[in-house]
């Protein structure tokens, strides 16, 4: 099977997708070594390795060429998170996915927020058709491109984050989505409720208080994203390993 055909198919099983978020090609090499079947950029793992913040600050042509550094070296399932599409024309962003889709990607994040001093829910109406033109551009070219929609109330703290998350859920699967992610839902009746709501399979985020991998199997959720938080914590080791250096006058504690 082609690498888009396989993804499909990792979305389509009993058994979840645990998706291995990297942020440059070393960490795409150690979450493929460890046996993972897919991978794809954190955001903001991969603005903070290069030094910019999170919300489209990464330029796209970086982003575009480590894509394209990362399908050269493994042998696994690649998408990228292009955040709000870095643009709010449906065209520009259909053709930042077909640059993508042409270095080998086979997967794309578009998430119905746009970042800024605070990071606030697009008009669910202009996100629709936003994404129905893109997911029509996709569809007429014939791309192998997974369309992995993220919507934000849950991480936004939103009070009536389940009503307004199966809203729009329900008009991106409308519009053209092939998968819908909701990053920062933990409670269970939520995350079966949201699942119960959709034909596409749902997509959540490592966070604390999430339930573990049997749990959220039962429960229906077909992809779990380890989002920035490896990155975050190989950050801490090194830090840690870099302070003992100096308290300890030596390199013992680097073996």
């Not at 954190?42 to 394209?68: C, I, M, N, R």
């Not at 962003?93 to 994040?109: F, Q, S, T």
């Not at 119905?112 to 058709?129: C, W």
Request: a negative charge.
């Amino acid at each position: 099977m082609k690498s888009f055909e396989t993804f499909l198919q990792l979305h389509q099983n009993s058994t979840p997708l645990l998706l291995g978020n990297i942020w440059d090609v070393n960490s795409a090499r150690i979450f493929e070594r460890a046996g993972y079947k897919a991978i794809g950029t954190s955001s903001q793992a991969s603005a903070k390795t290069f030094g910019y913040e999170d919300g489209e600050k990464l330029p796209f042509e970086t982003l575009h060429q480590v894509a394209k550094r990362v399908v050269e070296v493994i042998n696994i399932p690649f998408t990228v998170d292009i955040e709000g599409g870095y643009s709010r024309s449906a065209t520009d962003i259909a053709e930042k996915i077909e640059k993508l889709h042409d270095a080998g990607v086979v997967g794309i994040n578009l998430e119905d927020t746009v970042a800024g001093p605070t990071r606030q829910l697009q008009p669910v109406t202009a996100f629709q058709k936003i994404l129905a033109a893109v997911a029509e551009h996709i569809s007429r070219k014939n791309l192998g491109v997974f369309i992995n929609v993220r919507t934000d109330a849950f991480l936004l703290g939103m009070p009536a984050a389940l009503t307004e998350t199966l809203m729009r859920m329900q008009r991106y699967e409308n519009a053209g989505a092939h998968g819908i992610f909701v990053p920062c839902i933990t409670d269970r009746k939520d995350i079966k409720e949201v699942v119960g709501a959709t034909m596409l399979p749902v997509n959540v985020m490592c966070m604390p208080e999430l339930p573990d991998f049997d749990e959220l199997k039962s429960l229906g959720v077909k992809r779990i994203s380890t989002g920035p938080f490896v990155s975050l914590y190989a950050d801490k080791k090194a830090e840690d390993a870099v302070v003992a250096i100096l308290g300890d006058n030596n390199f013992s504690g680097l073996y």
